[in-house]
């Protein structure tokens, strides 16, 4: 079965200070990966995915993630960290299901606190 | 509006009582999922449709009951729940692909 690794809990860094979220994953076959990020009281929302060719793969919000298979990670990074970034973020890999969905599986999620 | 609506969004229940959980989509969408998300835990999934057809049952246990009616509304009926199920239960939807469009929840507390 497939498994997602965030090892980070709590990340906190300064408005304007680069980030990156840290995702490994396990899963037998070309992953299927996401990250999504949840505000307080609201659902997740979906940042960006990786399905297959380019390994660098832009969302929204001007975040980026990078594929690599050698490590089998995912991570999720930001240039420069807005205070309205601050939610919890959440990777994701997709496994098909009842033959024509993806069922994703999460990881434990990352809370990111922005300092003024 | 996230496309996905859940309804109550907050609910307090006692170990004895009988509740449902409501969660509609009008984004033509095939597949409706339910996830349980509790603290310092990964998103649990649940239960999965595909065009009305329950086709994945995470060994929930029989106190959760799934319901969905058709491709637009799924349910989640409650009865003698625990207090360790107090959560937040999410309700998504797909079109086949992972790119999940999710609920903002219902918080539920079982007293």
């Known amino acids: 079965a497939q498994s997602v690794t965030q090892p980070d809990i709590h990340i906190t860094v300064s408005e304007g200070a680069s980030l990156e979220l840290r995702c490994n994953y396990s899963?037998?076959?070309?992953?299927?990966l996401f990250w999504y990020v949840q505000s307080p009281g609201q659902g997740l929302q979906l940042l960006l995915k990786?399905?297959?060719?380019?390994?660098l793969v832009q969302g929204i919000k001007g975040f980026e993630a990078e594929f690599k298979r050698s490590q089998s990670s995912f991570n999720l990074r930001k240039p420069s960290v807005h205070w309205s970034d601050a939610a919890e973020y959440f990777c994701?890999?997709?496994?098909?299901?009842?033959?024509?969905?993806?069922?994703?599986?999460f990881g434990k999620g990352t809370l990111l606190t922005v300092n003024p | 509006e996230t496309g996905v609506t859940q309804t109550p969004r907050h609910l307090v229940m006692g170990m004895t009582n009988k509740k449902s959980l409501k969660c509609e989509q009008h984004l033509g969408h095939n597949a409706m999922y339910w996830y349980k998300q509790s603290a310092k835990k990964p998103l649990e999934l649940m239960f999965v449709y595909n065009f009305k057809e329950q086709t994945e049952n995470n060994s929930v246990p029989s106190r959760f009951s799934p319901e969905c009616p058709n491709s637009s509304h799924l349910f989640l009926h409650l009865h003698t729940l625990q207090p360790e199920d107090s959560a937040l239960y999410l309700c998504a939807s797909s079109q086949g692909t992972g790119l999940y469009t999710f609920g903002s929840g219902t918080r539920l507390t079982v007293v």
């Open positions: 899963y037998g076959a070309t992953p299927y």
């Open positions: 990786y399905f297959s060719g380019d390994t």
């Open positions: 994701a890999v997709g496994e098909l299901s009842g033959g024509s969905n993806y069922k994703l599986t």
